[in-house]
C-alpha cells in the first residue's frame, strides 16, 4: 500500500506561482510512477503531469506545457508539481496519483492509489 498526501495549495494572483508537492509514504521505491490530476467544478477529472519512477522521463498536458514542471526526490519519497504562469482556469483541486510502473501514465484508471487533494485557486 502508498499513501500519498498533497500540500502547498492556496490562493494565488493570476501570473503567480505555486509549488505543490505529494509525500508518499508506505511501499514506496524507484518504480513508483507519480502522476498529477486537477478536477475543476462540474468537470472531470484530467491529467496534468506524469513522471515516470526514477524521473527520467515526464509528460505534460498541452494546457500546461511551458509553464508547469513536475520533478521528485526519491531520497525524500515526494513528488513536486512546479506551476509558474498561473491563470484563473487552472483553479481546481490537485490530486497526486502513484503507480507501479516502468513508465508514465495519462489516465486516472491506470494510477492505483490517490491523495486527498489541495485545493488551487488562480484570482484574475
Known amino acids: 500500500q502508498v499513501q500519498l498526501v498533497e500540500s502547498g495549495g492556496k490562493l494565488v494572483q493570476a501570473g503567480g506561482s505555486l509549488r505543490l508537492s505529494c509525500a508518499a509514504s508506505g511501499r514506496t521505491n524507484s518504480n513508483l510512477a507519480m502522476g498529477w490530476f486537477r478536477q475543476a467544478p462540474g468537470k472531470e477529472r484530467e491529467f496534468v503531469a506524469a513522471?515516470?519512477?526514477?524521473?527520467?522521463?515526464?509528460y505534460y498536458a498541452d494546457s500546461v506545457k511551458g509553464r508547469f514542471t513536475t520533478s521528485r526526490d526519491n531520497a525524500k519519497n515526494t513528488g513536486y508539481l512546479q506551476m509558474n504562469s498561473l491563470k484563473p482556469e487552472d483553479t481546481a483541486v490537485y490530486y497526486c496519483?502513484?503507480?507501479?510502473?516502468?513508465?508514465?501514465?495519462?489516465?486516472?484508471?491506470?494510477?492505483?492509489?490517490w491523495g486527498q487533494g489541495t485545493q488551487v485557486t488562480v484570482s484574475s
Open positions: 513522471i515516470n519512477g526514477r524521473g527520467s522521463s515526464v
Open positions: 496519483a502513484a503507480k507501479y510502473g516502468v513508465t508514465w501514465y495519462l489516465a486516472p484508471q491506470d494510477y492505483d492509489y
